[in-house]
């Protein structure tokens, strides 16, 4: 596999732009048809997308929180499912980055520049909660391991070429060990059947005694052992991918009112876009999604400048800045997905226009964890000045 070696943040602002106006044109009828976007992700790896956050030492771009979220945004405008598939991607580059040895990063940094694409398999089905893990790494006697378990919702492990798998050492403590796709005794499931975000594949990983070398596996527990960005970073990527939904679902209902609808009778205007009150309505919901994209980018300077001087206050600050942010972003896709029939009337609602996919994709997406815990954490920081907790969903 090649791909592009993208030079700096206006480079991949560019190509993203033009990947999303790509890959916008048949979004429709790849949900409609649940046809997975094999040959979209492939123009995704040959563009150099993938590789935008390997450090300049390594021969990337290092590109900001603020353009990584920027790239989010414009993918998620033109597909919502499409652009999920590489949010996992980019959080599990980071934890090599973070914990990597200097050959770990040398190695998979050159696999990222080559193109190759990270998966996950993090969550489980049937434990106690998001962050209780049976999956298990078992070390033996030549300092490999044996990795064991079923993960659910692993939203890219099938078009991957190595999957990023959440496990518990004898330790009792989280490490990721990267596997390879197509390593004996790993099997991915296409079983997603979700509502929404029809073509992530987010189906299951059963993991059968796979042997994983001891230098493919990293200490993920110490990420949150000092101030970490981890959390907000991976946040701030759902965060864009909920306000580009929002924007796609506004710019296709004005569209659609534009050149569509009908006006109502009782106007007695020639066309639904002079309608006072369409055009009242259309006003509120493009508030909601500048308001939306506005913290977005305030949440992506505030993870940057925690980059450049990393404290328990400034990484607060950041996972603050990012909640606030996903907050806006939830209701802004949910609220602008389901007005867009309430704008565009009766003829909107057919199966074969597929217009519902926004909602579908804003209400799937925003169910990934809730935001009234990211309310709670706001508010005890604002009244009481308690720091929010280090985890990787915040």
């Not at 520049?113 to 969550?123: C, D, M, T, V, Y």
């Not at 057919?350 to 935001?371: C, Q, S, V, Y």
Request: hydrophobic residues 45%; aromatic residues 6%; proline residues 4%.
């Amino acid at each position: 596999m090649t791909a592009h070696v993208i030079a700096d943040d206006a480079e991949a602002l560019a190509a993203a732009a033009a990947l999303a106006d790509e890959f916008r044109a048949g979004a429709a009828e790849r949900d409609r048809e649940r046809r997975l976007p094999t040959v979209e992700l492939a123009r995704l790896s040959a563009s150099g997308l993938l590789a935008v956050t390997v450090p300049a030492q390594h021969g990337g771009a290092d590109v900001s929180a603020l353009t990584l979220a920027e790239i989010f945004r414009l993918l998620g405008s033109a597909d919502g499912s499409l652009a999920q598939i590489p949010q996992s991607h980019f959080v599990y580059a980071g934890v090599i980055r973070r914990q990597g040895s200097e050959e770990q990063q040398k190695f998979f940094h050159a696999e990222l520049l080559a193109g190759r694409r990270f998966g996950n398999a993090q969550s489980e089905a049937g434990t106690r909660h998001v962050q209780d893990l049976r999956t298990r790494l078992t070390p033996q006697p030549d300092g490999s391991h044996l990795l064991t378990g079923v993960k659910h919702y692993c939203t890219g492990a099938l078009f991957a070429d190595w999957i990023p798998v959440l496990a518990l050492a004898e330790d009792d403590r989280p490490h990721v060990a990267y596997v390879p796709r197509d390593a004996d005794g790993l099997t991915v499931i296409d079983d997603w059947d979700g509502m929404g975000q029809r073509t992530t594949a987010s189906g299951t990983v059963r993991l059968d005694a796979v042997t994983v070398p001891a230098d493919r596996v990293l200490p993920h527990h110490l990420t949150f052992q000092g101030p970490q960005l981890h959390g907000a970073t991976a946040q701030l990527l759902h965060a864009a991918i909920d306000v580009g939904i929002a924007q796609g679902a506004l710019a296709e209902a004005a569209e659609f009112v534009r050149t569509k609808s009908r006006p109502w009778f009782e106007s007695g205007l020639d066309t639904a876009a002079e309608d006072p009150l369409l055009i009242q309505r259309f006003g509120e919901l493009a508030l909601l999604e500048r308001a939306s994209r506005a913290l977005l980018r305030e949440a992506a300077r505030a993870v940057d400048r925690a980059r450049g001087h990393l404290t328990d206050e400034s990484a607060a600050e950041a996972s603050l800045a990012v909640a606030a942010a996903k907050v806006s972003a939830a209701e802004a896709a949910v609220t602008v997905g389901g007005a867009l029939f309430e704008v565009s009337g009766t003829r909107s609602a057919l199966d074969a226009l597929n217009l519902h996919r926004h909602w579908r994709d804003a209400r799937t997406h925003t169910l990934h964890d809730p935001t009234r815990w990211k309310i709670q954490h706001i508010g005890r920081y604002v009244l009481n000045g308690t720091l929010p907790p280090r985890h990787g969903l915040l």
